[in-house]
């Protein structure tokens, strides 16, 4: 039966492999705005770093960071420029030198902060495996995968994404909606 970790429970899981889902990576590394869950994961990550447990992404993670990171950097160009997203396009914006220091600085902070800290873990899919992907559910595709990856290797999910709640894999989380039932 899979367990609901609560962040204050982060001992309970020494010894524990950790699979990073994006949006707490996005927490630690970017400014969102988001203080309590920046703070709560900031703490949470540091207590895990204390304790040795091994962390894990993999490559549909780090792509979501990245498309996430330059979406988030074109929003704040596009206000600190008084644009509006009809006159200067987001591939407009990937393409300006303003979009690629961006690119560089994002790409810096993932190879540096992240990939020299976790372990990435992926997956060859087949066609019968994505498959059986293919069913109409709470979560998206790339979600689906992380269950996969988690379930397989024994992964405690660490997430913010209430979507992950009524997976059959064990999960930290500070988002009260994951432990309701």
Not at 37 to 60: I, P
Not at 80 to 96: A, G, I, P, Q, V
């Amino acid at each position: 039966m899979a367990k609901k970790f609560k962040l204050a429970e982060v001992s309970d899981l020494k010894d524990r492999s950790v699979f990073f889902d994006a949006n707490v990576l996005i927490y630690l590394f970017w400014p969102t705005g988001r203080q309590t869950f920046e703070t709560n994961y900031a703490n949470a990550f540091a207590r895990l770093l204390r304790q040795q447990n091994t962390f894990f992404v993999d490559f549909s993670v780090i792509s979501e960071i990245i498309n996430r990171a330059i979406q988030t950097e074109y929003s704040k160009y596009l206000l600190t420029h008084s644009l509006n997203k009809n006159k200067f396009k987001y591939k407009d914006y990937r393409k300006s030198a303003d979009g690629q220091e961006a690119l560089k600085d994002i790409y810096l902070i993932v190879e540096q902060q992240i990939l020299n800290r976790f372990k990435v873990k992926g997956k060859t899919y087949t066609v019968d495996t994505l498959k059986k992907l293919l069913i109409v559910d709470d979560l998206d595709f790339v979600d689906k995968s992380i269950v996969d990856i988690c379930r397989e290797n024994n992964f405690v999910l660490l997430t913010n994404d209430k979507d992950f709640k009524d997976t059959n894999i064990d999960i930290l989380s500070c988002n009260k909606h994951i432990f309701r039932a």
